[in-house]
């Protein structure tokens, strides 16, 4: 039987690695120092390197099911990506922080359907994205506005880990509330300042920039009057 796998990390080391291996060896010798930290959905569609063109050392990756924040409650519990967050600020101290939602997510096609009572770590996961979900008929609309509002939900839940919001106030990291649209191939980024998420080829930046330079006298920091999550 055929091993494709095995040959595939066999064809890694022959054909790829000798183009990066003396990238990899500083980064091995010098430490890694990526910027940035990227938080994605874990989709096989979507693909942080390629969309960013980033190569060895420069992201920071944690992908979870719908790119999803955990509460900084205090609890300290099994929160890998939580712990990841903290890794990448406080040791890292990345300058960027992404959150990558996209198109076509099952996480949040998800909110809207049973899910299985054998997928019980699954179903508690959905509840961080629950508050993005709209009472409305599931169409392809409500379920693109409900992706790109579990992004900005994360986005403040993020706020409220205090070594981020520290340094997104010191303007040392910037946040990113992105939307990847797969078919298009086009990222749509979160503007902060109207609301609203912007396709990549439009924007005028690639996020939210330093929270602070939001102005909340405006309104909500999601342009819909039911952002529920919007505290400041
Ligand atoms: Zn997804």
Known sequence: MDDELLQRIRRFRTDYFP???GQFKALVDQGQHPTTLFIGCSDSRLLPYMLTG???GELF???NVGALIPPYNGLHGLHGTAAAIEYAVLNLH???IVVCGHSHCGAMKALYEEISPEAKNLDAWLDLAR????????TPEALRRTEQ?????QLERLMDYPMVRQRVEARQISLHGWHYV????????FDVKTG????ASRAEHSGTGPYQDAEPEQGAIFNEVDAAWYKT
């Open 149 to 153: 509002r579990a992004v900005v939900l």
């Open 131 to 138: 508050e993005a979900a709209l009472p409305v008929q599931v």
């Open 61 to 63: 990756i944690v992908r």
């Open 19 to 21: 183009q990066y291996q």
């Open 94 to 96: 990345v300058s960027h």
């Open 196 to 199: 609203s998420f912007v396709p």
């Open 182 to 189: 797969i078919e298009e191939g086009e990222i749509h980024v």
């Open 54 to 56: 980033a190569g060895p």
